[in-house]
């Protein structure tokens, strides 16, 4: 995490989860790389990367059914590094939502307070509650296998929370549904975990669902964190190359520092007074988002650099330019499709153009 | 196109060949069960209605005992290869390494092996190691024949059930043994049920395996039958055959229903037949 990214208020003192040098070795591969990692209580966190990241890996590490090789784990204060898994305050929701085919769904969101010998009246009342919050209430008898994916999902969901774990993990579990579903299943998740207020620490490798969902996004690659901060920190302010590519769409150059501003080929320069920290002459990238570069409507106080349209892509809301620059540089541009615009007013490839962003949208990578 | 309307034609020769195969195979059988009512001793005549096979059967002592004595033979191994072999399949299940994938091939040797050679084996073991030929040594016998059964029956549940199964029961709150007992053999139901049925089915009416283990009194069934037909076929061996017939179609029927009664989702026969999954 760096100075600059802006931690949401504790809701309590002591974090949820706290990872100190988490590693992982399997086979001679370090999977999970001396991960350090504070999650606040009450935080919606999500831990984002591709597949292989270790982002799996960590979480079943947290939920005890994987040993670091080195490194601690510590829920609500607590060194857990060593427990088993049935004696961590800790529930997980699977990606395969795992539910129990032999139970109906009632004994499936009751398993754990029945396994805690919580007595009969009590147990009735918390899994109608439960169901009611996951908006289950009148499926109770039915088997899991005669519910859709969504419900399914909800069930699993429910019969982790009912327990009120200090951390509740999600492990993708929005993967297997279709886009609808998935989207409505995001504002769900999100305003079911403010309502009871556990902490959630979700994985995902759909940057979608981390960047609408958290408070804080952590992502990761080959083992280590490569940034941490909020959902706009990670958007607009990349720290690294990956995480200017993995999230969202970046335009990146590489050229050398010098004297406030980097120079990419011999007629390209991109001023950058904002960044410090690098030495003249160094290598470094420019990564720029392409919807925040505009191609009429120019101000005074951009940027701006001539080129011509070589491809566009009509995407309904937006459409999708591709500039060519010079011959070793082409930027993708993405603009609104606004209300007043007239068709014939669109670029075509060929037209000349030019193009500018605000130098606060420069973002320059070491 | 120019043939639209051959699909919906039902294909003479397919019914044909289906007809005479179903009249291969249960006209015997049902000759056995006609016969087995016959008044008379003749097995290529029938003359009349009668129970007097039946009645016979009932008084026939030595048959009796040996029918009481195959299912007490089926029942022990049966339960016996169930434990052993669900044990088995929930430990291949967790194995990954190359010697547990040879140890989990070499389980199913059983399935291949001729079964005279089995018997014969089981036989030069009995009698080297000094055991006298019982009904101890055929469910013993039997026993290390079934487990490999139940084991690939088993395996074959297991492998659709995800892993993640029985970490849900662990992150609930379960220790590794209560999450095998409270959701892993659960899940279990329908495999164990039909590898139950089966392997009673095999052992109840072996005779291989049997014949070389078997003590002299009481004989299982199978060998009784076989030794009492060299001296001539007695038409209560008809009346036992369609006893034992009638015994199964109720067992199959059970099977079929009782999982549907109790409000499962799938009948265990479903996993031998490849039904509705």
């Known amino acids: 995490m760096t100075a600059a990214t802006p931690d949401p208020a504790p809701t309590d003192a002591t974090p949820s989860v706290t990872l100190r040098g988490l590693t992982k070795v399997y086979d001679g591969t370090t999977v999970v790389d001396a991960l350090d990692l504070d999650i606040a209580s009450g935080e919606f966190f999500s831990l984002l990367g591709p597949s292989g990241c270790g982002k799996t890996t960590t979480l079943r590490m947290i939920a005890g059914f994987s040993d670091p090789t080195s490194g601690s784990i510590l829920v609500g204060g607590e060194d857990v590094t060593s427990t088993p898994p049935h004696r961590r305050d800790v529930n997980t929701v699977f990606q395969s939502y795992a539910l129990f085919e032999h139970l109906d769904v009632r004994g499936n969101v009751g398993f754990g307070l029945r396994r805690r010998g919580v007595d009969r009246a009590t147990l009735k009342r918390r899994v109608s509650e439960m169901l009611e919050l996951v908006e289950l209430g009148d499926r109770g008898k039915e088997r899991p296998s005669r519910l859709s994916g969504g419900q399914r999902q909800r069930v699993a969901l429910a019969r982790a929370l009912i327990n009120e774990p200090k951390v509740l993990l999600l492990d993708e579990p929005l993967a297997a549904l279709d886009l609808k579903l998935r989207h409505a299943m995001q504002a769900e998740l999100k305003s079911i975990q403010r309502r009871v207020g556990i902490t959630f620490l979700f994985v995902t490798h759909d940057q979608d669902e981390a960047l609408s969902m958290s408070d804080r996004v952590a992502i990761m690659n080959e083992g280590v964190i490569e940034q941490c901060g909020t959902p706009e920190d990670v958007y607009e302010r990349p720290t690294s190359v990956f995480a200017a590519g993995f999230i969202g769409v970046s335009n990146l150059m590489s050229g050398t520092w010098a004297d406030g501003s980097v120079t990419i080929s011999p007629s390209v320069s991109i001023p950058a007074p904002g960044h410090q920290g690098s030495a003249d002459g160094e290598a470094v990238s420019v990564a720029v988002r392409p919807e925040k570069i505009w191609l009429s409507e120019l101000t005074p106080a951009m940027f701006r650099m001539p080129g011509t349209i070589v491809a566009t892509t009509y995407h309904g809301a937006t459409t999708q330019h591709v500039v060519s620059i010079s011959p070793d540089l082409t930027l993708t541009v993405l603009e609104q499709n606004l209300p007043r615009m007239r068709a014939e007013d669109r670029w075509i490839p060929g037209d000349r153009v030019e193009l500018g962003w605000l130098p606060e949208h420069t973002v320059v990578l070491t | ?277």
């Open chain 2, 1 to 277: 196109m120019a043939r639209p309307r051959r699909v919906e034609r039902k294909p003479a020769l397919a019914v044909a060949v289906t007809v005479v195969f179903f009249a291969w195979l249960y006209l015997p059988i049902l000759a056995v069960a006609l016969f087995s009512l016959n008044d008379k001793k003749s097995l290529s005549r029938f003359s009349g209605f009668s129970l007097r096979w039946y009645d016979e059967l009932v008084h026939n002592s030595a048959l009796i005992d040996s029918l009481v004595a195959s299912l007490e033979i089926a029942s022990v191994a049966t339960a016996g290869s169930l434990v052993l072999g669900t044990m088995l399949a929930l430990g291949l299940e967790r194995v990954t390494s190359r010697r547990g994938r040879v140890i989990g091939a070499v389980t199913l040797l059983p399935l291949v092996t001729p079964e005279i050679v089995t018997g014969v084996a089981a036989l030069l073991l009995f009698t080297g190691v000094g055991l006298k030929l019982s009904m101890g040594t055929v469910i013993l016998a039997e026993i290390t024949f079934s487990i490999a059964y139940v084991t690939v029956i088993v395996r074959g549940r297991l492998a659709g059930v995800s892993r993640e199964v029985e970490e849900a029961a662990r992150d609930l709150g379960c220790t590794p043994f209560q999450a095998v007992r409270l959701v892993t053999l659960p899940t279990l139901v329908p495999a164990l049920v039909g590898a139950g049925l089966l392997v009673f089915a095999l052992v109840f009416d072996d005779f291989v395996l049997a014949f070389f283990t078997t003590g002299v009194d009481p004989q299982p069934l199978p060998v009784r039958v076989y030794s009492s037909i060299r001296f001539g076929v007695s038409p209560a061996i008809n009346a036992i055959g369609t006893l034992m017939l009638l015994a199964s179609a109720l067992l199959i029927v059970a099977a079929l229903v009782l999982p549907r009664l109790l409000g499962r989702g799938t009948s265990s026969l479903d996993l031998i037949t490849g039904g509705r999954r």
